[in-house]
């Protein structure tokens, strides 16, 4: 196995921030014209959203796939494709409708379509490749490095569309549109060119070769696995809980604390600012504990299942004092509260998915791809219905109860139950696989099991 550099992870962060640039054009620019421009209701970009995450259910057909294979590049640039031409294909979808309304529905539900494909084939092959030539230490660096160049993807996409596309014009959506896709393309080529290829050339010469198995069994074996069980049941939870907040927080600040709409868009900008800072300490705390000594107890502060879990049990908190922010009213320092939230989120967020690349590798070998589209797949989902849980929540407790700031204290506490079920989850992870590890049928079972006992 070759070990990533720094500025080779940096390379493969412009995939993600190419993936991040086509999804924010698509799930915030198109969405918006659709809305305002050309007057269609708010329930079509939502369904087209949601469509978008339902096809990523094939991401673990997609990770067997680059398995079978044993090479994840061209899986990241055929998926790149199907996500540029998804793009480019949804803003003309959109120039449509202004003047043949169901074609261009029908055939933005093909874009969408397409760019869930292409998210799914790109972003799974991409993290499997990060987590077969990246060090342990460094893995919670990469993913905070990978993540926050997808943030800049989603910002400079956001400010240079935003001031090509004044004055608004159909024409003028499908050029950005298709220059972003084509740009996006090209950033993938010239991150992965080459890349895969000096990997394989420094792999041991023993190597093990790609299992060649039917993808209902490869799946079936890898659901069978303690571990990556546990964790697929822990990722749907916890970004269940992560996404069910994302379409309630502006409401509840506008509804109980006054918020305008300037003021409640600024409340998101803290609550990024937040996550940033969350991932960012995750990744510092990574690179300190590689630099010291061995027995030093600095190394103890790079535990990804560490922040995975402090991470999670933080969410809750924060939660649990949003739900007496729905209590206690305009006395409540709301903008500290989101920010600690956000802090939280970030955290576990980037724990999670560095355990994640390390598990990834446990296990049947051979298996990453399906380990990482199981757990790709089982995200999507909970993000597909974290927003529909939140908002119909806020819904129904704000038809029971009479007060505003005590429904959303209600589906507050509701998510902070489950940031403290996912915490439980997550620190089972690792219990299961050392209690595997005792009962797997050797002679020196009771040593293991010595071990296990003073380790936990």
Known sequence: MKNFGWLTIARL???????GAVVVLTTSTINRVMVVELSLPALLPGILVALHYLVQIARPRMGHGADSGGRQTPWIIGGMAFLAA????????TALVSTNRWAGVSLAFIAFALIGLGVSASGTSLLVLLAKNVTPQRRGAAATLVWMMMIVGFAVTAAVAGHLLDPYSPQRLVAVAGAVSAVAFSLTLLAVWGIEE???HDTMPMASTPARSSFTAALKEVWDEPKARQFTIFVFISMLAYSAQELILEPFAGSVFGFTPGASTKLA???HS???LGMVLVAMSGLIAAKVSEGSPLRNIG?????TVGGCVASAVSMAALTFAGLVGAAWPLKANVFLLGAANGAFSIGAIGSMMKLAAQGRASREGTRM???GAAQAVAFGVGGLLGTGASDLAHYLMASSGAAYAFVFAFEGLLFLASAFIAWRVDAVASRDAVTSGNISGRTNLGRVLWKH
């Open 13 to 19: 962060g412009l995939v993600q921030a190419s993936i």
């Open 269 to 271: 900008g803290v609550q």
């Open 303 to 307: 535990s990804l299942r560490g922040w």
């Open 274 to 276: 937040g996550v940033l």
């Open 373 to 375: 589209g199981l757990w």
């Open 198 to 200: 000096t990997a394989q």
């Open 86 to 93: 998804g793009g480019a294909l949804a803003a003309s979808a």
